[in-house]
């Protein structure tokens, strides 16, 4: 089993940056594909960003993709999302979620962190 607790959350005006931190417990983190998702306020949560055991392996869903990085430091336990060039649309509870497996839906992870609240402002 596995703790995920996120960071980085904020308000930031529209063409800003933020960088996500997605801290894990355990000694098995490397065994855990990784994935970042994002829920707006009265939407479904929605796939952001997914990266493989060794980092080698990164997945984006097309509203991000050129614009956030998903990074991970095994040695650290600990999974990043940079996000460039912000937009309103962008606003949402941003979520980290721990699985074996890659998956891009919900459904597909097992752990999840609380999550954070990123504020684009136009």
């Known amino acids: 089993q596995v703790q995920l607790v996120e960071s980085g959350g904020g308000l930031v005006q529209a063409g800003g940056s933020l960088r996500l931190s997605c801290a894990a417990s355990g000694r098995t983190f490397s065994s855990y594909v990784m994935g970042w998702f994002r829920q707006a306020p009265g939407k479904e949560r929605e796939f952001v960003a997914a990266?493989?055991?060794?980092?080698?392996?990164?997945y984006y869903a097309d509203s991000v993709k050129g614009r956030f990085t998903i990074s991970r430091d095994n040695a650290k336990n600990t999974v990043y999302l940079q996000m460039n060039s912000l937009k309103p649309e962008d606003t949402a509870v941003y979520y980290c979620a721990a699985d074996f497996r890659l998956a891009t839906t919900p459904r597909g992870y097992d752990y999840w962190g609380q999550g954070t609240q990123v504020t684009v402002s136009s």
């Open positions: 990266i493989g055991w060794s980092g080698g392996s990164t």
